[in-house]
C-alpha cells in the first residue's frame, strides 16, 4: 500500500532554515510527480512546489520562488523540502502529496503525508 | 494570480443536501478537484477531473463543473461528512486551492 511517512516536527527562529522529508513506499518512486502542500494555524491549503522525481525537475509557488528548494533522493524514494529565510508567517503543517494527472500539469493527489508542524517563533 | 471563491461556510440538516461551489474565471475549461479535510487528519480527495470518484468515496459525494463554477454534491448527508472542504485547480503550472469551505450538519 502506498505510505508517505513524513519527518517530525520543528521549532526555528525567524531568519533560519527548516528542512522537512517525506519517504514514499508501495509503489515505483520515480513514476509520480509529488508536491507539497502546506496549511497555517487558521487558514486554508496552500501549494507550495512540485517535483519530477525521474530527472529532478521542479516548480515553485511564486511567493516563495526565491526561498524554497525542493529536492528528492531516488535511493530512498525520499523528498525533501528546505525553505530559508523563515519568518512568523511560515508557521505551518507541511504536508507531501502524490500527484496523479491525465492532462499534463493538471494535478489531483490522491495519497498525502500525516503532516509536519514547522513553527517559526523566536 | 488566478483565485478560486468559496462561501465560508455552508449548513445542512442530516440525510438532506449539501452543495458547496467554487467559483473562478472560466473554471470550466480546466479541471477542478475538491478534498475533505478533518482537524487533526490529512486531506483526503473526494472527487478529481471534476466529476470522478476515487475508490472507497462513497456514492453520495458527486461534482460538476461549467463555465465558471465548480459544485460539489452531498446527497443524504452524514454527521461523519462534517468537515472543511477545498476545491484545487491548476493555472500556469501552479496549484491553486479556494479558501476552504466549512461543512456543518445539524
Known amino acids: 500500500q502506498v505510505q508517505l511517512v513524513q519527518s517530525g516536527a520543528e521549532v526555528k527562529k525567524p531568519g533560519a532554515s527548516v528542512k522537512v522529508s517525506c519517504k514514499a513506499s508501495g509503489y515505483t518512486f520515480t513514476s509520480y510527480y509529488m508536491h507539497w502542500v502546506r496549511q497555517a494555524p487558521g487558514q486554508g491549503l496552500e501549494w507550495v512546489a512540485i517535483i519530477n522525481p525521474n530527472g529532478g525537475s521542479t516548480g515553485y509557488a511564486q511567493k516563495f520562488r526565491d526561498r524554497v528548494t525542493m529536492t528528492r533522493d531516488t535511493s530512498t524514494s525520499t523528498l525533501y523540502l528546505e525553505l530559508s529565510s523563515l519568518r512568523s508567517e511560515d508557521t505551518a503543517v507541511y504536508y507531501c502529496?502524490?500527484?496523479?494527472?491525465?492532462?499534463?500539469?493538471?494535478?489531483?493527489?490522491?495519497?498525502w503525508g500525516q503532516g509536519t508542524l514547522v513553527t517559526v517563533s523566536s | 494570480s488566478y483565485e478560486l471563491t468559496q462561501p465560508p461556510s455552508v449548513s445542512v440538516s442530516p440525510g438532506q443536501t449539501a452543495s458547496i461551489t467554487c467559483s473562478g474565471d472560466?473554471?470550466?475549461?480546466?479541471?477542478a478537484s475538491w478534498y475533505q479535510h478533518k482537524p487533526g487528519q490529512s486531506p483526503v480527495l473526494v472527487i478529481y477531473?471534476?466529476?470522478k470518484r476515487p475508490s472507497g468515496i462513497p456514492e453520495r459525494f458527486s461534482g460538476s463543473n461549467s463555465g465558471n463554477t465548480a459544485t460539489l454534491t452531498i446527497s443524504g448527508t452524514q454527521a461523519m461528512d462534517e468537515a472543511d472542504y477545498y476545491c484545487q485547480a491548476w493555472d500556469s503550472n501552479t496549484g491553486v486551492f479556494g479558501g476552504g469551505t466549512k461543512l456543518t450538519v445539524l
Open positions: 477531473q471534476d466529476s
Open positions: 472560466k473554471l470550466g475549461d480546466r479541471y
Open positions: 502529496a502524490r500527484g496523479l494527472y491525465e492532462v499534463p500539469n493538471e494535478f489531483y493527489f490522491d495519497y
